[in-house]
């Protein structure tokens, strides 16, 4: 069974970095579509950033340049470095898995999702 937990979230100033993990478990983290998601409360929950089977990487357009998704295979975990941290860029990050799909990677209705770690950027 997939499981999935985030962990790394916390407050920062505006300007800051942090990165993100998440600790996959039931299957190996490469070969298909893993996404981060953020969310803000009353808000719809939106695609970061996303990576597919052969490691090609989306973004959405307000952190492009600031934030990289990669996988470590080492520790099996999905990151999301995160620097030049605005405040708009709080709310709950969400890490989830499309497995088995790898390409062609949706920006939603993701398969597997974990529980959240939220990020919080002060003024």
């Known amino acids: 069974q997939v499981q999935l937990v985030e962990s790394g979230g916390g407050s920062v100033q505006a300007g800051g970095s942090l990165t993100l993990s998440c600790a996959v478990s039931?299957?190996?983290?490469?070969?298909?579509?893993m996404a981060w998601f953020r969310q803000v409360p009353g808000q719809e929950r939106e695609a970061v950033a996303i990576?597919?089977?052969?490691?090609?990487?989306i973004y959405a357009d307000s952190v492009k340049g600031r934030f990289t998704i990669s996988r470590d295979s080492a520790e099996n975990t999905l990151l999301l470095q995160m620097i030049s941290l605005k405040p708009e860029d709080s709310a709950m990050y969400y890490c989830?898995?499309?497995?088995?799909?790898?390409?062609?990677?949706?920006?939603?209705?993701?398969?597997?999702w974990g529980r959240g770690t939220q990020v919080t950027v002060s003024s």
């Open positions: 990576i597919d089977e052969d490691g090609t990487t």
């Open positions: 989830a898995s499309h497995f088995p799909y790898g390409r062609n990677c949706p920006s939603r209705d993701y398969k597997a």
């Open positions: 039931g299957y190996t983290v490469g070969g298909f579509c």
